[in-house]
């Protein structure tokens, strides 16, 4: 069974600190790997993703990824109110099904 | 481009009634997923189609779901007999796999309850 592991939270982060998300997963085929956001009510939108081992930085974002260790983080700088939302962890292989994590709820503090 | 649409928004039953959810995907795309969410298990995928054939279908939880995709800008989800169980938000999402990328795109959800 191909799973993804995530913290449920809450993660509770002051308002311009760096916000840490954590993520592992099962499958060692898995070639690509997402982080989705989700407010509440709304749909999933993706925010990053990353094929190689190592770090990829989008603005206040960076995505890093440990292949042999299967694990994979978000991290978020300066984080705002608006950051307050689920994120979701998903990994794929070379198909198109993606596997999602149930996600993990963080709250940043005003 | 108007995103992933999805009909109804909500929509409320009476168990054992039939329930059809729609779902039209971005224009060009050629991959699409069917999605249950739940607090208790996540984000679920449902099924898959591309190129309008459904490629795995394992997550349909029983025969009561059917899905179906007679063209590019269509599918439907079907519930016959539904039960209060299936109360949950389904999402449509679509995607066009281009070199290594196939990040998906959500439609809005459909919030079914069931009573």
């Known amino acids: 069974q191909k799973e993804v592991e995530q913290n449920s939270g809450p993660l509770s982060v002051p308002e311009g600190a760096i916000a840490s998300l954590n993520c592992t997963y099962s499958?060692?085929?898995?070639?690509?790997f997402f982080w989705y956001r989700q407010y509440s009510g709304k749909s999933p939108e993706l925010i990053m993703f990353i094929y190689s081992n190592g770090d990829k930085e989008d603005g206040r974002f960076t995505a890093q990824l440990n292949k042999a260790s299967q694990y994979v983080s978000l991290l978020i700088r300066d984080s705002q109110p608006s950051d307050s939302a689920t994120y979701l962890c998903?990994?794929?292989?070379?198909?198109?099904?993606?596997?999602f994590g149930k996600g993990t709820r963080l709250h940043i503090l005003p | 481009d108007a995103g992933v649409i999805q009909s109804p928004r909500h929509e409320v039953t009476e168990m054992g009634q039939e329930v059809t959810l729609r779902c039209k995907p971005i224009?060009?795309?050629?991959?699409l997923f069917w999605y249950r969410q739940t607090m208790m298990r996540g984000l679920e995928l449902l099924i898959y189609f591309n190129n309008n054939v459904p490629i795995d279908d394992s997550g349909m939880p029983e025969d009561r779901f059917s899905a179906k995709m007679p063209n590019a800008s269509f599918s439907t989800l079907k519930i016959q007999p539904s039960e209060p169980r299936d109360s949950a938000v389904y999402f449509c999402?679509?995607?066009?796999?281009?070199?290594?990328?196939?990040?998906?795109?959500f439609g809005p959800g459909t919030r079914l309850t069931v009573l």
């Open positions: 998903a990994f794929s292989n070379r198909d198109d099904k993606i596997i």
């Open positions: 499958d060692r085929g898995s070639q690509s």
């Open positions: 999402a679509s995607s066009l796999k281009r070199g290594g990328s196939n990040e998906q795109f």
């Open positions: 224009s060009g795309h050629n991959s």
